[in-house]
């Protein structure tokens, strides 16, 4: 069974950073290129970043690239998503996702406000 765990939301102020992690189960995790995207309230999900298998090719939307960074750590079965200089408009649920499921996680809740 495939299952997401992320964690690492929080509420921070604009200009601050989070670390988000997110550890997955039920597949082969170092063969799975992975993804993380967000929700914001009322808007659709929207892609955010995505690694490779070895993590050495990385990519991200326009609206986060400079910003955050992705990485992960294929023995612990984990993803990051680390975030700088975040703004309100980064305020969503963030999940990972690997690249070739449908499964979805929970997701961790990003506030960003005074």
């Known amino acids: 069974q495939v299952q997401f765990v992320e964690s690492g939301g929080g509420l921070v102020q604009p200009g601050g950073s989070l670390r988000l992690s997110c550890t997955a189960s039920?597949?082969?995790?170092?063969?799975?290129?992975m993804k993380w995207y967000r929700q914001a309230p009322g808007k659709e999900r929207e892609y955010v970043a995505r690694i490779d298998t070895t993590g050495r090719r990385r990519d991200y939307a326009d609206s986060v690239k400079g910003r955050f960074t992705m990485s992960r750590d294929n023995a612990k079965r984990t993803v990051f998503l680390q975030m700088n200089n975040l703004k309100p408009e980064d305020t969503a649920v963030y999940y990972c996702?690997?690249?070739?499921?449908?499964?979805w996680g929970q997701g961790t809740q990003v506030t960003v406000a005074d």
């Open positions: 039920g597949f082969i995790f170092g063969a799975a290129v």
């Open positions: 996702k690997a690249d070739k499921s449908d499964t």
